[in-house]
């Protein structure tokens, strides 16, 4: 059984910075792409930010130049380093991981308030 373990969040304040981790776990094989979502209260779900096996990035608008994507396979873990975090920031985070199928952490909560 797969399973993807997230960790990291937490409460912040602005302007702080946080690192998550997404560690994936059991049967899983040729990994493609890596992804984070967020889902804030009362919002749908965004992408945030992916990684392509080959170690292409892509960002949404809203935290270009302020979070980085990384991977390392080795660990079969995915990375998402976010600096400058802003209230609206605020939201669940989710790792989702392409391979043969589709698999989803269980989330991690990450606050941003003073």
């Known amino acids: 059984q797969v399973q993807l373990v997230e960790s990291g969040g937490g409460l912040v304040q602005p302007g702080g910075s946080l690192r998550l981790s997404c560690a994936a776990s059991g049967r899983i094989f040729g990994i493609n792409a890596m992804r984070w979502y967020r889902q804030a209260p009362g919002k749908q779900r965004e992408l945030v930010a992916v990684i392509t096996s080959g170690g292409i990035t892509n960002y949404a608008e809203s935290v270009k130049g302020r979070f980085t994507i990384s991977r390392d396979d080795a660990k079969r873990t995915v990375y998402l380093q976010m600096n400058s975090l802003k209230p609206e920031d605020t939201a669940m985070y989710y790792c989702?991981?392409?391979?043969?199928?589709?698999?989803w952490g269980q989330g991690t909560q990450v606050t941003v308030s003073s």
């Open positions: 989702n991981v392409l391979s043969a199928d589709n698999y």
